[in-house]
């Protein structure tokens, strides 16, 4: 389920040599207001399977009530990063766009507890990774985007407590798989909900065929009445006056097997909207 240290290394290093594009970063934060989209739904003691990314699914989901969380990606690095992410929370900083070049080598470096060998190379990782950054670029490089993403900083303020007791004890299981792949996300489990952030929205995965293999891996994982949250960013394509026929072509795909529903957009930003796909019982 995870790849070795010398396969993470390599993939670093690909990253930094420019042969990846954009769509590698890691997100330090999230660029979603989840406690908007969470706020619209009932996940307690539902089981969830959602993007890692950032983390932030992650820590949403439990702190939401989810009776179990498990985590998926196509970039193997933001497992690693969850481990960070979790080092900087244990030492008070919530947020990786906070953290300042310093005290993120100092916390790196002041770990010494470790509840995996997983996380004990995590952190040779980003020992080593991290000296290749510096003051200037520690929070926007090729590996790790996130100035300026805090967006859900409020709540996340207000839950300050509750997530710094919380994450210590996570070690959440981990898929390195590919949701527009045929071969599937390497789970056989059946999940209530799946929380896919807008996958959609990246490299091609619009087109007819590759919604299709999505659509067909999501029915494979979900409980008869599961749901899949998905968020879109219009600014992704030319802007909100094209979302209609965006969801529309979109739909066409998923209508026959799932409902749809749109969540209030009112607290989004930049027109970013939220839904979700509640199965249908056609058995
Ligand atoms: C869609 S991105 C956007 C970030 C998101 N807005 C957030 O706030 O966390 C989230 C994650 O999806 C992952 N991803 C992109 N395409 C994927 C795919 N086909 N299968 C699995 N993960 C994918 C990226 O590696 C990234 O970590």
Request: one cysteine or more; aromatic letters at 14%; glycine letters at 4%.
């Amino acid at each position: 389920m995870s790849t070795s240290l010398q396969e993470d290394f390599n993939y670093a290093n690909t990253i930094f040599n420019n042969n990846f594009s954009c769509s590698s970063h890691i997100y330090g934060n999230t660029n979603e207001e989840l406690d908007d989209i969470f706020n619209s739904i009932n996940i307690s003691n539902k089981s969830v399977l959602a993007v890692m990314s950032s983390g932030d699914y992650l820590i949403m989901s439990h702190l939401f009530g989810a009776k179990s969380v498990e985590c998926f990606d196509i970039n193997p690095l933001t497992y690693r990063y969850f481990f960070l992410r979790k080092w900087l929370i244990q030492n008070g900083v919530l947020e990786y766009g906070k953290c300042g070049y310093e005290r993120l080598i100092e916390i790196v470096n002041s770990v010494s507890n470790f509840s995996s060998e997983y996380e004990r190379e995590s952190n040779t990782f980003w020992k080593e990774i991290i000296e290749r950054f510096s003051e200037f670029s520690w929070d926007n490089n090729k590996l790790i985007t996130a100035d300026g993403y805090t967006f859900c900083s409020c709540f996340y303020d207000k839950k300050r407590e509750e997530i710094e007791k919380l994450v210590p004890s996570l070690n959440p299981v981990f898929y390195n798989a590919s949701l527009s792949e045929e071969s599937g996300l390497g789970t056989d489990k059946k999940y209530d909900y799946v929380f896919i952030s807008n996958i959609l929205d990246w490299s091609n995965n619009r087109s007819p065929r590759r919604l299709e293999i999505i659509k067909r891996n999501l029915l494979n994982i979900l409980n008869s009445d599961g749901r899949v949250v998905c968020t879109h960013f219009p600014s992704m394509y030319g802007g909100r006056n094209n979302t209609p026929v965006i969801i529309k072509l979109e739909r066409q795909v998923f209508d026959n097997d799932f409902d749809f529903q749109m969540f209030d957009d009112k607290g989004l930003v930049e027109g970013n909207i939220a839904y979700m796909y509640t199965r249908k019982n056609n058995f």
